[in-house]
Nanobody, 121 residues
Framework: QVQLVESGGGSVQAGGSLRLSCAASGDTYGTYCMGWFRQAPGKAREKVAH???????SYVDSVKGRFTISKDNAKNTLYLQMNSLKPEDTATYYC???????????????WGQGTQVTVSS
């Protein structure tokens, strides 16, 4: 089991930027996939960005070109740089340890507590 703690959320106007961080516990960090997910009120949790143990990345179409996922294995930390934010990006953002590298929130059991991102127009 991995403990994950997110930080960096907040309120910003449309067009602004935020960087989320996720600190992970454990000695095996970097050997499994990690992901950022988000959930807006009344909506299902969705994958935003995913990064493999080899550093390969993928993004949901709605954030391509605006968000960048990265990790620092030496610091056991995952990041999500979010630029050109839109009101529809408003959600609670969660990081996750995706041991199966599935990208599916239904197959993930290790989640952070979430951090709120609010984008106003």
């Amino acid at each position: 089991q991995v403990q994950l703690v997110e930080s960096g959320g907040g309120s910003v106007q449309a067009g602004g930027s935020l960087r989320l961080s996720c600190a992970a516990s454990g000695d095996t960090y970097g050997t499994y996939c990690m992901g950022w997910f988000r959930q807006a009120p009344g909506k299902a949790r969705e994958k935003v960005a995913h990064i493999g143990s080899d550093g390969s990345t993928s993004y949901v179409d709605s954030v391509k070109g605006r968000f960048t996922i990265s990790k620092d294995n030496a610091k056991n930390t995952l990041y999500l740089q979010m630029n050109s934010l839109k009101p529809e990006d408003t959600a609670t953002y969660y990081c996750a340890a995706d041991f199966q590298c599935s990208g599916s929130p239904y197959l993930i059991s290790d989640w952070g507590q979430g951090t709120q991102v609010t984008v106003s127009s």
